[in-house]
């Protein structure tokens, strides 16, 4: 553990697509409206960073919060669309303060609001994956928050945290850093404990964190620590590591991307790639077959190769975009599993086909290839 604490440095270098959440009660004077000046502090570090090429997603709160202030309401509402109300009008200056940060250093601000139900429907959860891809590509910074006007309870995540880890899984993020108002995960209360000590390396997937962040009803677990271990144990399900620290911190993200030791670093057992071509060889469902010419079964079996659409000779079931299909060989052996890039008629209009043809057969390119190699696994 010790070794990995002094590896920090070397990580952070390593690390190239950042999730970065930063949550109300750090965006929010208590209650008072928008920290004007530390969201410019934070969107200045960000752009710089990305200037340096770390590709950052930032999940923002503070809608709500910031809503209440317009409204001059001093209390929390309880009703749930007065919440969605302050949300819709906290939103709008939430985002224009990003975007006039954010130009200052020649980029744009990209608002994405996003439910639950985007990320667990497949369709949807692709489509936002691509977008944010885009995004990222086109040098814009995708500021994300819960899409709270029309979130109702059964589609709510409630908090950033869950959100930011949702997205770290969605984009494939080396590091999800959640900025708060706290110094990083204690293993008792700070606020109640003199002799707390902070813990600044784990691993997210370590039981012990959450009853160090407190039970429900503890002051620590009700702040919000809790969700934010809960957070990253579910970032690191897709290999990503979690860094809670605070946003108070001056130059904080430039800090930890030179690997200074601020806050709480809860790594993942595994890494991305690993820990999807996991994912997918535990899926038993597959939805279709593909068969395969020789040629495409050996560059599979043997050297690794992505599943181009040129390689494949017959396609069996319905299935769509995203969804785990079996490859098979020209013998009907099952040797490989993978998420495919093309829905079943689609694919049965490229396959036999050249990837260069796919715009014209299909009327768009989604990839050359059928199956990534990064989403295929031999069996
Ligand atoms: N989506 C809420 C807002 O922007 C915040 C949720 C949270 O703070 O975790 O106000």
Redesign the pocket.
Known sequence: MQSKLNQRAEFMQTTQRWVVKI??ALLTKDGQGLDRPALADWAGQIARLRKQGIEIVLVS?????EGMSRMGWHEKPKALYQKQAA?AIGQMSLIQAYEENFQLHGFHAAQVLLTHDDLANRRRYLNARNTLRELVDLGAIPVI??N?TVAYDEIRLG???TLGALVANLIEADVLIILTDQSGLYNKDPRKFADAELIELGRASDESLVGYAGGAGTLIGSGGMRTKVLAARRAAASGCATIIASGRESLVLERLKQGENIGTLLIADQETLVARKQWIASQLQMRGKVWLDEGAANAILNTGKSLLPIGVTRIEGVFERGDVVGCLAPDGQIIAKGLVNYASDEADKIKRQPSKAIESLLGYVDSAELIHRDNLVVL
Not at 61 to 65: K, P, R, T, W, Y
């Open positions: 949550g109300s709160s503070g809608a709500v919060a949300a928050n819960e709270d908090d950033n945290d």
